[in-house]
Nanobody, 115 residues
């Protein structure tokens, strides 16, 4: 059974930094690309960052600069570092991966940024 478990969210102040973690199990981690998505209140879910099994990263233009995705293949974990948090970063952040047949999502971790 595939499980993606996010952690590291919480209430933070604007300007702070935060690193989110996602622990994956039930997959051969080194074969899977991993992504972080987020969904803010009243907004659609959007891609934040992606990383290939080999560690190549990709960010939408709107996410370049303050977000860094990384992975530890030995631990089966993927991370998202967010610098200089802004109130508009308030969202539930989700870990995601997929194969040819199925998308897998974690339950998310909530990040709330106060101004």
């Amino acid at each position: 059974q595939v499980q993606l478990v996010e952690s590291g969210g919480g209430l933070v102040q604007a300007g702070w930094s935060l690193t989110l973690s996602c622990a994956a199990s039930g997959i051969i981690f080194t074969r899977y690309a991993m992504d972080w998505y987020r969904q803010g209140p009243g907004k659609q879910r959007e891609l934040v960052a992606a990383i290939t099994p080999g560690g190549v990263t990709n960010y939408p233009d709107s996410m370049k600069g303050r977000f860094t995705i990384s992975r530890d293949n030995a631990r089966g974990a993927v991370y998202l570092q967010i610098l200089n948090l802004k109130p508009e970063d308030t969202a539930t952040y989700y870990c995601h991966t997929k194969n040819l047949f199925t998308d897998y999502w974690g339950k998310g971790t909530l990040v709330t940024v106060s101004s």
